[in-house]
């Protein structure tokens, strides 16, 4: 699986900022995408997931402010970030986890990309 991510850029506080997440390869067994983040000095963190069956994750920070999609046809993940904060600076990442034969999964990631929220 190959996961190419597109978005990000300068946006000021209260802007809106669209990122974008398309996977190749053995998309097929894909249940998970989703997007990660990391700040400068933090971990990486979970922002928002989608499970194939449309189930929908979210952390606390972004809850009403960001909107998971995703197109399963396209193989395609977005994620649509209202009202941004100085806070969610950080890189983004694309995720996806495949579903192994074994029960196990796998994950895999796309290039990161920044997102600087800044006046």
């Known amino acids: 699986v190959q996961l190419q991510a597109s978005g990000g850029g300068l946006v000021q506080p209260g802007g809106s900022l669209s990122l974008s997440c398309a996977a190749s390869g053995r998309v097929f067994s894909i249940n998970i995408m989703g997007w990660y983040r990391q700040a400068p000095g933090k971990q990486r963190e979970l922002v928002a997931a989608?499970?194939?069956?449309?189930?929908?994750d979210y952390v606390d920070s972004v809850k009403d402010r960001f909107t998971i999609s995703r197109d399963n046809a396209k193989n395609t993940m977005n994620l649509q970030m209202n009202s941004l904060k100085p806070e969610d600076t950080a890189v983004y990442y694309c995720?996806?986890?495949?579903?192994?034969?074994?029960?196990?999964?796998?994950?895999?990631w796309g290039q990161g990309t920044l997102v600087t929220v800044s006046s």
């Open positions: 989608k499970s194939k069956s449309g189930s929908t």
């Open positions: 995720n996806a986890r495949e579903l192994l034969p074994s029960g196990l999964q796998k994950d895999y």
